[in-house]
């Protein structure tokens, strides 16, 4: 199957022709600066974005924290001689 026209511009081997109609717009090497306060901005906004999210991932934080504490000292409880003999269970 031969390619169309529009698509034999693309293809490898083939001299690109000229388009009218397409505009292509820069940024001078001299003007971009990627990096520029990145240290300063992170400094200050930076801490005011990730303070502005402490409520929201302290409390999950806290309740699992507890909950997983809670279990241990109750496994550990559980498994001892005082919790066998409290909960009525024989080895």
């Given amino acids: 199957m031969r390619p169309t026209a529009a698509r034999l511009n693309g293809m490898p081997g083939r001299i ?9 717009y820069t ?6 600066r990627g990096s520029k306060g990145i ?3 992170w400094l200050f906004n930076g801490y005011r ?7 929201y991932w302290i409390v999950p934080f806290a309740i699992g924290y507890g909950t997983y504490t809670w279990a241990k000292r109750r496994d550990a409880w559980q498994n001892s ?9 024989h080895h």
């Fill in 16 to 24: 690109m022709q000229k388009q009218r109609g397409v505009v292509v």
């Fill in 27 to 32: 940024v001078s090497p001299f003007r971009q």
């Fill in 39 to 41: 240290i300063k901005g």
């Fill in 49 to 55: 974005r990730l303070a502005a999210q402490v409520p």
């Fill in 81 to 89: 001689k005082a919790g066998h003999i409290a909960l009525g269970d």
